[in-house]
């Protein structure tokens, strides 16, 4: 390895933290090499940006010569026999993968604490979750162990915890990013994101992964229109921008999100740009809609783990059907189960009318509301999640309460818009954020935006942090 991708003082900095927070479910100081791949060529300009920087990568993203768990005790001693496309497309722009991050079993949960392998704690408060489910991701980059990490967003899991942790979390435009070796949860509201630490650098890292792949057919190039992705000469002489403010009810936000929220609200119209109020009647329906297509497809996508191809299996069992029942139920924890559950009854014969149809058309609605809104708007600003990061047990919040919460983000996701989370502050000791979105492949604009934020309200760092990568 390199001088400058493990600087002195680096080792000892990162057992440190990893014995404090659990970030990473393997880790190697020698990770592999990137074979030659012509199929993932990264242009130059862009491979600059990334090259010799270390990164990190969810436990459900394939990377050669790691495991990859899910998180579940069904995939615990599993070895990805290759890479996925975003991993070969960093690696060869000379970007260093060094290691595996917890999460939510199979991606399912917003704390993290659904993890059957590891618990991973909040740097800035190792007594509070980091979010969930790209947790690990979100702790480790936090926590200066990286300077970028990827994660997977199906209905916030890179923003929230990017949120909870106070760094950076984009969640792209559908089909700007391959998800070719992303083990499937919802296959038609999940993305491969980036959390990073600061918005200059999620910009970098996305120019590397944005491209179609022959491999994911749901892919597709940017548009010779998208916003670009290098950063403006001279980030004072932005365009002034229209953005549209989502004002949630202050009863519906904790006190400090809330006085975060209508902040960054003043900020950005310091900064030039024209803020309206907008409303979106369909929001409300959000996460029953939500909840009901990303079952459905989790009930589907996990059906291939049934302990005979590979997963975890039993010692003995009386035939086939007792095999993959002994496997699910040893290897499966009970929030994978519930949704699987959840999935099967929505999908059964005489109820795909009342649940699942129902909530496709609900999707319908919700994009159609997008459409209106941007047509008289750039970005829309809201929250991120209703909460600061919250404790475990009696101090945080029930499941239930959790799934609520992901009103703010998982609109996105049904939508297939790009989305990005940026800190705003600290209140009472714990990192604050908000999330822009825009129109499919704008992602430009938003780091526009959020890096000309950043500018006037540097990201603060948790107690303990160093910096070791400009």
Not at 28 to 42: F, G, Q, R
Request: contains cysteine.
């Amino acid at each position: 390895m390199t001088q400058s991708v493990f600087p002195d003082g680096y080792d000892s900095y990162f057992r440190s933290w990893e014995a404090r927070i659990g970030a990473f479910l393997e880790y190697s100081p020698e990770p592999p090499a990137c074979p030659l791949d012509p199929s993932v060529a990264v242009e130059p300009s862009l491979a600059a940006a990334v090259a010799d920087l270390p990164f990190a990568v969810k436990d459900n993203i394939a990377v050669e010569g790691f495991g990859l768990t899910c998180g579940s005790r069904l995939l615990e001693k599993f070895r990805s026999p290759y890479s996925a496309t975003v991993v070969k497309r960093l690696m060869c722009a000379g970007a260093v993968a060094t290691g595996k991050t917890n999460l939510d079993e199979f991606g399912m949960g917003s704390s993290t604490d659904n993890s059957a392998l590891k618990v991973t704690n909040n740097p800035w408060d190792t007594k509070r979750v980091p979010g969930g489910s790209s947790g690990g991701s979100a702790a480790a980059v936090a926590a200066g162990l990286v300077p970028f990490a990827l994660g997977s967003d199906t209905g916030g899991s890179v923003r929230q915890p990017a949120s909870f942790c106070g760094v950076v979390g984009l969640k792209p435009t559908y089909g700007a990013v391959s998800r070719f070796g992303l083990v499937a949860y919802a296959s038609s509201l999940e993305t491969i994101g980036v959390v990073a630490d600061s918005a200059a650098r999620a910009r970098q890292a996305f120019a590397v992964m944005r491209a179609a792949d022959p491999l994911d057919q749901t892919t597709q190039a940017a548009p010779v229109s998208a916003p670009p992705l290098v950063p403006p000469p001279d980030p004072g002489k932005a365009p002034k921008r229209v953005i549209g403010v989502l004002s949630p009810e202050a009863a519906t936000l904790e006190g400090e999100v809330e006085r975060a929220f209508q902040e960054s609200r003043e900020a950005l119209a310091a900064l030039g740009h024209t803020l309206v109020d907008i409303s979106l009647p369909s929001l409300k329906y959000a996460v029953p809609a939500y909840y009901t297509i990303a079952t459905a497809e989790a009930s589907a996508n996990l059906a291939r783990f049934d302990g005979i191809r590979y997963g975890r299996r039993p010692e003995y069992s009386e035939n086939p059907e007792d095999l993959i029942d002994k496997s699910r139920g040893a290897g499966f924890g009970e929030e994978v189960k519930l949704r699987i559950l959840l999935g099967t009854f929505v999908l059964r014969s005489g109820f795909q009318d009342q649940y699942y149809l129902r909530a496709q058309r609900i999707r319908a609605a919700i994009r159609a509301d997008f459409d209106r809104v941007f047509q008289k708007i750039d970005a829309l600003l809201l929250p991120v999640f209703p909460t600061r990061a919250f404790g475990r047990g009696d101090a945080g919040l029930t499941p239930f309460a959790q799934k609520a919460a992901d009103v703010f983000t998982c609109c996105a996701n049904l939508a297939g818009l790009p989305a990005l989370a940026f800190p705003t502050g600290v209140e009472g000791g714990l990192p604050t954020g908000v999330q822009l979105m825009g129109r499919a492949f704008e992602e430009g604009l938003l780091f526009e935006l959020a890096e000309a934020y950043e500018a006037g309200h540097p990201i603060a760092r948790p107690a303990g942090y160093r910096a070791f990568w400009s």
